[in-house]
């Protein structure tokens, strides 16, 4: 904001937030601590904005749901349907919650299973791909086996 970009940026939301009958949604990570909301300009912003903070995904079943949906589009010659859905209590505690870190670990574990001719993806696999750097460093994982019993749910 502190640029002159930044504030013909600042000045064309504020305008837009004034003059059209929409909702608009801006999306990023820390804009309350830097960035868009940050100075003069952007607490004007600010005051035309609701903040509503998001984080990762709760293990429910939404969280169940989506690594269903991620399994279902794998093309895998070999790869056991539901299998993944079973270790969604696993891949929870692995990533955080996180649905990057999920999809970064599948979609690598995915690649590993092609380079290797297996076409599968099984637990073993995905405890061999490591964890993007912010999860890891966020909620280091110490997942067991114990963890997936009775997750047919």
């Known amino acids: 904001m502190a640029t002159s970009t930044g504030k013909d940026l600042s000045d064309h939301l504020k305008y837009f937030a ?49 690594i269903a949906l991620m399994e279902d589009s794998l093309r895998l010659h070999h790869h056991e349907s539901g299998s993944l859905a079973r270790l969604a209590k696993y891949l929870h505690a692995r990533t955080g919650g996180s649905i990057s870190s999920l ?25 061999s791909i490591p964890v993007d750097h912010n999860t890891q460093s966020d909620s280091p994982s110490t997942a067991t086996e114990e963890d997936d019993a009775g997750e047919a749910a």
């Open 18 to 66: 004034e003059h059209i009958p929409a909702t608009f949604v801006y999306a990023g990570i820390n804009v309350e601590g830097e960035g868009l909301f940050t100075g003069v300009r952007g607490k004007q912003i600010a005051a035309r904005c609701v903040m509503k903070c998001t984080g990762n995904f709760p293990y429910q079943a939404e969280w169940r749901s989506m």
């Open 103 to 127: 999809s970064h670990l599948i979609r690598a574990a995915a690649i590993s299973s092609i380079a290797d001719d297996s076409e599968r993806i099984t637990r073993h696999l995905l405890e």
